[in-house]
């Protein structure tokens, strides 16, 4: 809002053309969503421990120590997150561009879904929310919409097409299939992330760590002085998800700040299943979608752990982890939850060190 309310003026004070930077309104974005975090954080909290009483429902077969030390802290801490990244991105992006639209759309819309399945399990004090078949249909109809949304704006065959990192020239053209293909990026992002948020601080920093990353690939791909010298496909318009990306960032921080062991509130599925979205959201329309793999393989591996687990448990009646998804099976192992926590942060790092490679090998 800023920049459309500003930038006409740049010509009479000087001052104003700071705003025409996505660098500089990037950073205010995420100062901006910090603040807002901080200020918002302490009555939201307490908010939600005044409606929700007994706080989140307990897995009974989790860890037995989760029984002790989590119960009572209040869930559902991701408005907090939605309201300063909406607020944040509102205030400081290209209100004009489409890319950003249709990743708070899906980003919103994934949170929607998200708060009525913590809605439901908070009323019915069990761990039940929305049928499985009921999320993944909601969340097929909002990430094809967006898809489709995405594809639109990019035009040309690179709207359609799958770039592969490192080889600078491979392009597969999924053609009409490409929407779809993007949905299942979006959903698997998000239910990832929802998997990986299980301890304190767990999900949220390799969230930031990956929206770190791509505030880097939207600004150099939205740029195509940066993209024709990196060879990478320029994608116009891409640059504003730079801003979007850096309020997600001071969300997170400032949450985070709030979720830091011993955590006085939880993510809750509104925040995983929205922020999982706007991540896959971003990485297709930057054409980064592979790299999204790479950066957040925390949050593959956590899943795949969980696929693994049902799929020998169904065929053999064994399991191959103590408890699914992973962390929780180093937890079964005896592992310290900040041990787990940190470890899981520094794979996290690595990994993204991995994906920004790939931008420069070529």
Excluded at 8 to 15: G, N, S
Aim: net charge positive; aromatic share 10%; proline share 4%.
């Amino acid at each position: 809002m800023l920049y459309n309310v500003l930038r006409p003026l740049a010509d009479q004070f000087i001052l104003f053309n700071l705003v025409r930077y996505i660098t500089f309104r990037a950073g205010a974005a995420c100062l901006t969503a910090l603040v807002v975090s901080f200020i918002l954080g302490p009555p939201v909290i307490r908010w939600l421990r005044s409606v929700q009483r007994q706080g989140q429902p307990i897995r009974e077969d989790g860890p037995a120590r989760h029984l002790i030390e989590k119960k009572g802290t209040p869930t559902m801490g991701g408005l907090l997150i939605l309201f300063a990244l909406t607020i944040s991105t509102l205030l400081w992006v290209d209100l004009r561009n489409g890319y950003v639209w249709a990743t708070l759309f899906v980003t919103l819309g994934y949170g929607a879904l998200g708060f009525a399945d913590d809605f439901l399990k908070l009323s019915k004090h069990n761990t039940r929310g929305v049928p499985g078949r009921v999320k993944l249909i909601v969340q097929a109809v909002i990430g094809l919409i967006a898809a489709v949304w995405i594809t639109m704006l990019a035009r040309g065959p690179l709207g359609t097409a799958v770039t592969i990192p490192v080889f600078k020239e491979v392009a597969i053209q999924l053609g009409w299939f490409f929407p779809v293909f993007g949905m299942l990026v979006m959903m698997g992002a998000s239910n990832a992330v929802n998997l990986t948020d299980g301890l304190d601080g767990l999900a949220i920093v390799p969230t930031m760590i990956t929206a770190g990353v791509f505030t880097l690939i939207a600004y150099l791909v939205g740029n195509r002085i940066f993209a024709d010298y990196l060879q990478l496909n320029a994608v116009v318009g891409a640059g504003e998800l730079a801003v979007f990306c850096a309020a997600l960032i001071g969300a997170g921080m400032g949450f985070l700040w709030f979720n830091a062991p011993p955590a006085k509130v939880f993510m809750g599925d509104i925040g995983a299943l929205s922020l999982g979205g706007a991540l896959g959201a971003v990485a297709i329309a930057t054409k980064h979608e592979i790299v999204l793999m790479i950066v957040g393989g925390l949050f593959v591996v956590e899943t795949v752990s969980v696929i693994i687990q049902v799929f020998w448990y169904k065929r053999t009646g064994h399991r191959v982890f103590l408890m699914a998804p992973l962390h929780h099976h180093f937890e079964k192992k005896g592992w310290a939850e900040p041990t787990i926590v940190i470890r899981f942060w520094i794979i996290s790092m690595i990994l993204a060190l991995v994906g920004l490679a790939t931008l420069k090998i070529r």
